[in-house]
């Protein structure tokens, strides 16, 4: 051991030697780094014997810093290029008052690395050859012997990556995840979905029981599968408008494979697209890893964005070719089933079954009311019984679960910033139309907004101020005012009758929550209505989200009719 030890040491020196001749080589044309980089290395080592393994096969930082081993940057050594980084530390409070701590992201490195009595030399480097991704290769060195290369390979060495390699191959509170032409683990997403629970999915209830079963029973079925003589594989297509369920689905399925005594990894498909290689490389990539880690769930949200016309072919000889793709549960989400292509959706053995999520119903729409209930039930603050439940269910017809999600939200935030029931104006709709009639023959009627009739234009040349006649500019100022007071007649009909009549319980009339969930509906639903371009009475388009919505338009108008 002390004499291989001496070996090392004496073979420190030629550290700068490594990176001085690498430098030479990058600043000059070159049609094969990797190799380069190997044969520097050796002749540089003649005593050590040298190991090529990519970082993402076998990754030796995350080993040691997950205990298996230590490694150690030789301090002396400068001749290392890297990025320093910050990064935040600790959960909230924590964060602000701890100034975090710096680490390196490195680009050329070497490290003696301490794995179960052994000492190796590592050298860590990243390059990027013209028209091809960017490479990280571990070079590993251990000192020769007479006894300890076999078949030209170092069994010290061997064993160690054999160790590393398993422990890379396996997701350690992390979800892999495709990006940019190859797959990386993370944490972060771990993070979001390990708390998700299907408690936390208000569905109809057959659909996701279905959906569970679906897809627990893949795998617990194996040999089932294999008893009938069926390729152990599946797809499933989660479809429907946008908001209600798809994407919370899913992180609930990803939560619950993960909790299993067998944990069933989770591969999350951003994009098919990468800077070098195409589309199709890409996808060659993704069912490779997939394969590699089956049985496995294998996520493409957004399918149909995915999978565009070129590579469609290629993509389906992946799903359903030669290959095997035994232990593979697929997962497709869309929000426009029209636009998948035929040979995706209603192909049998490709994506087999396929769960519509629609607008939740009355019931689906009181449980999720429920839902929130609950979670306000040791808030002393907020008045929520039972009974409120189905009444709000009925008031949020139409509403998805991410506009019923905003309604609570912004309901709980009126009522922390202050906002009592009398802040808001909540009438009967009856009441309301009624109202509306009697503030519309107001308009017309009343000196601060008296009837126009057509006006004459005057053909003085002076400023008239009594001949009883209108200049031109006045003429239309009373025909825009005229279009807008019947633009707002419109609209408020249009807007009541979207308004849904709900004969509340006594006892609730005066719900503080109540009447506030009442007035974010009303905003919320010009809102939903906002979002569609439709014309208006006078011709010109209503805007669009983001811009003044109707009923906002439609008090404007009013507004400046009384001046």
């Known amino acids: 051991m002390a004499a291989k030890k001496d070996v090392l040491s004496t073979t420190m020196d030629n550290s700068t030697v490594v990176f001085q001749a690498l430098k030479s080589h990058t600043s000059h044309p070159r049609t094969d780094t990797k190799t380069s980089i190997l044969t520097i290395i050796r002749n540089a080592y003649p005593d050590l014997h040298i190991t090529e393994a990519e970082q993402s096969r076998i990754s030796l930082f995350e080993y040691a810093n997950a205990g298996k081993a230590t490694r150690h940057l030789d301090s002396e050594f400068e001749s290392f290029n890297a990025t320093r ?10 964060k602000k008052l701890n100034p975090g701590r710096l680490t390196d992201e490195y680009r050329f490195a070497r490290f003696r690395y301490e794995w179960e009595g052994h000492e190796f030399l590592i050298y860590y480097v990243t390059f990027k050859d013209m028209l091809d991704t960017e490479k990280r290769i571990f070079y590993v060195g251990y000192p020769r012997s007479d006894s300890n290369i076999v078949e030209g390979h170092c069994v010290e060495t061997d064993k160690l990556l054999l160790a590393v390699g398993k422990w890379t191959s396996q997701l350690h509170e992390e979800i892999w995840v495709f990006d940019d032409g190859q797959w990386e683990k993370s944490r972060d997403l771990w993070k979001a979905v390990s708390g998700s629970s299907w408690d936390d999915v208000i569905l109809d209830q057959e659909m996701k029981k279905n959906l569970i079963e679906d897809v627990q029973g893949f795998f617990d079925n194996q040999a089932l599968y294999a008893q009938f003589a069926v390729p152990w594989k599946r797809g499933i297509i989660l479809h429907g408008v946008p908001g209600n369920g798809k994407t919370v689905s899913i992180k609930a399925l990803m939560s619950s494979l993960y909790e299993r005594k067998d944990q069933i990894p989770s591969m999350y498909v951003k994009t098919f697209e990468n800077k070098c290689n195409g589309e199709q490389y890409s996808i060659r990539q993704i069912f ?80 999720y009311a429920n839902y929130w209930r609950n979670k306000l039930v040791q808030n002393q603050t907020v008045d929520f019984p039972e009974e409120l439940s189905p009444t709000i269910a009925k008031l949020t017809d139409g509403f998805s679960f991410a506009y019923l999600k905003e309604l609570f939200v912004m309901a709980l935030l009126s009522l922390v910033r202050g906002h009592k029931g009398d802040d808001f104006e909540i009438v009967d709709p009856e009441e309301a139309a ?13 000196p601060d907004a008296p009837a126009v009739p057509e006006p004459e234009v005057c053909q003085c040349s002076k400023t008239c101020t009594d001949c009883g006649k209108m200049k031109e500019k006045a003429v239309k100022e009373a025909a825009e005012a005229s279009a807008a007071a019947k633009a707002a007649e419109e609209l408020a009909k249009q807007s009541e009758s979207d308004v849904v009549v709900v004969d509340v319980p006594e006892h609730l009339q005066d719900n503080v929550l109540l009447r506030v969930v009442r007035h974010q509906i009303r905003i919320l639903k010009a809102e939903m209505d906002n979002t569609k371009e439709e014309s208006w009475p006078s011709g010109k388009k209503r805007v669009g989200a983001g811009g003044m919505s109707a009923l906002m338009m439609q008090r404007e108008m009013f507004r400046r009719l009384r001046r």
């Open 85 to 94: 980084k910050w990064k935040s530390v600790g959960e909230r409070v924590e």
């Open 434 to 446: 009624a109202a509306k009639e009697e503030e519309a023959k107001a308009v017309t009627t009343t």
């Open 288 to 367: 490779l890893q997939a394969r590699a880690s089956a049985p496995c769930l294998l996520i493409f949200e957004d399918l149909d964005s995915l999978v565009g016309d070129d590579v469609r072919s290629y993509f389906l000889n992946e799903v359903d070719g030669l290959e095997s793709n035994d232990g593979i549960l697929m997962i497709g989400s869309t929000n426009h089933l029209d636009r998948l292509d035929p040979a995706i959706s209603k192909r049998p053995s490709r994506f087999d079954r396929k769960y519509h999520f629609k607008l939740p119903a009355e019931d689906e729409r009181t449980a």
